[in-house]
């Protein structure tokens, strides 16, 4: 009996630990490399500042709903720590144009645009090219398929 309470125990410290990794994978709304990372490594506050893409370093970090983005400057850190919301990606860093059409796809840091104060990326320039087509129209249907794929892996879309 002793020992069946035991592997009872451990069964259940086993699912425990399950659930806890299975509720963290369960957080699809970032797109992040390997090692969360955002962005590509690319620094968000700079788009907006230098109004170009520029590259971050891991000696800036700052980290935002699970992910870590990487900042040229201590500046541009703190000016993201102080508001991320401003400044992070929307749609969690995927392609604008891929969320319009129900699609989790990666966002190329050198395929950006900054629309009424928030930073967009798509898949790359060509795709940026279709999307620029129709901005507001693209961006009205991403917003009403965002919320319903945003917890969802990009391999099930």
Not at 88 to 106: E, H, I, N, R
Not at 131 to 155: C, F, H, M, R, Y
Request: net charge positive; aromatic share 10%; with cysteine.
């Amino acid at each position: 009996m002793l020992k069946l309470k035991s592997l009872i125990k451990f069964a259940v410290i086993g699912l425990t630990i399950i659930s806890g990794s299975i509720a963290f994978a369960a957080d699809k709304d970032m797109n992040v490399d390997a090692n969360d990372v955002a962005v590509h490594g690319y620094d968000p506050v700079a788009y907006f500042t230098a109004g170009e893409p520029t590259h971050g370093s891991s000696q800036y970090t700052a980290t935002y709903k699970n992910a870590i983005y990487q900042f040229s400057s201590a500046q541009n850190r703190d000016a993201f720590r102080g508001n991320p919301s401003k400044y992070a990606p929307q749609y969690g860093g995927y392609c604008a144009m891929g969320v319009a059409l129900t699609k989790k796809l990666d966002g190329d840091p050198t395929a950006w645009k900054i629309r009424d104060g928030k930073l967009y990326l798509n898949l790359n320039k060509d795709v940026q090219a279709k999307w620029v087509q129709d901005i507001p129209g693209n961006l009205k249907t991403a917003e009403t398929i965002w919320p319903k794929i945003k917890e969802k892996k990009a391999s099930d879309l």
